[in-house]
């Protein structure tokens, strides 16, 4: 486990976070976990994308001046080797993914209808070496009067802002699926307002869409063995928290596919009701209309069968 960040922060704190790619590899998983910080939304506005360019790659930066691409909702700035037009075709999908998640009725493949307004913008960075990334966050922190100590991680995603770095192609390579989630997180956060703290429901749409695209990422025998051994939360205990632990974003992860498979229609409204800041009790209740035994016990059959979602 990687030596967490320190924090120092004024009030309103901030927070940045990211998840790893969990590999079969136990140093890989070493390589890949991120650490919390404690968060509320800082003061400050968020850049738009000229500013979020500035922030990203400034004029006075040693770094030579990226690579632009651009795709419906998606920009990438990069000054590393990356196949730059695949990765936001990549990331395009997941896009999709996304906002197919949001249309009750629909399949999961459907376009976006020609009435449904162009998503908000997600631009994310790619740097060619850690230490142009690790200086980025603390031009973030500074952006929003805040500072971060030493980061560890390979990937944050804050507010409007994502991140990772190249490093080496077998790195990247590994990073990819963490850069999905990340860029989930954003997507997220711009398009449906929901908060980027390391609650279960931001956590769990981000870890259900890393693992649609990349389900080597997590073992899903590994997900039913842990929780025949009591080693995930009752659910109420999980959408209960402000900030779940690394550990348990599995679990949400697979409570948000079985949300897909079974109550799709009111992903919708289950958003705006924990943006609205409803209780775990009538999420379940009021707008799932259901208990929370039943919704545990389907939620242990969908684990407990070892199977990705159809």
């Known amino acids: 486990m990687m030596r967490r960040p320190t924090c120092d922060l004024p009030r309103p704190a901030f927070r940045a976070i990211a998840l790893g790619t969990c590999c079969l590899l136990a140093a890989c998983m070493a390589a890949a976990q991120p650490a919390t910080q404690p968060h509320s939304l800082p003061a400050g506005t968020d850049p738009d994308p000229a500013a979020q360019r500035r922030i990203c790659f400034p004029a006075t930066s040693p770094t030579k001046a ?12 990069t000054d590393a080797p990356v196949d730059g037009e695949a990765l936001v075709k990549h990331l395009e999908e997941v896009q999709s993914h996304l906002e197919a998640m949001f249309r009750p009725g629909q399949p999961a493949s459907a376009s976006r209808p020609t009435t449904e307004a162009s998503p908000r913008p997600v631009a994310l960075a790619v740097y060619a070496r850690a230490p142009d990334y690790d200086q980025f966050w603390q ?3 500074a952006h929003y009067n805040g500072r971060f100590g030493a980061i560890t991680t390979e990937g ?40 980027n703290d390391g609650n279960w429901l931001t956590e769990g749409i981000a870890t259900a869409v890393q693992l649609h695209f990349f389900p080597e990422s997590g073992d899903r025998a ?12 009752p659910l109420k205990r999980l959408m ?33 009701a924990f943006n609205e ?3 775990a009790y009538a999420i379940v209740t009021a707008v799932l209309e259901t208990d929370m035994p039943t919704l545990q016990r389907q939620w242990a059959e969908h684990v407990r069968a070892a199977e990705p979602p159809r």
């Open 66 to 77: 990226p690579a632009t691409y651009r795709r419906d909702g998606i920009i990438l700035w």
């Open 139 to 141: 031009r973030v922190a």
């Open 156 to 195: 944050f995603s804050y507010r409007v802002f994502c991140a990772t770095s190249y490093d080496t192609p077998e790195k990247f390579a590994r990073r990819r699926a963490l850069l999905c989630h990340e860029f989930a997180h954003v997507w997220l956060f711009q398009n449906r307002g929901l908060r």
């Open 222 to 233: 590994d997900f039913a063995r842990w929780m025949e051994t009591g080693q995930m939360l």
């Open 240 to 272: 209960d928290l402000a900030r779940i632990d690394l550990k348990h974003y599995w679990q949400a992860g697979t409570l948000v596919e079985l949300l897909l498979l079974r109550y799709r229609e009111k992903l919708p409204a289950v958003v705006s």
């Open 277 to 279: 800041g409803r209780s």
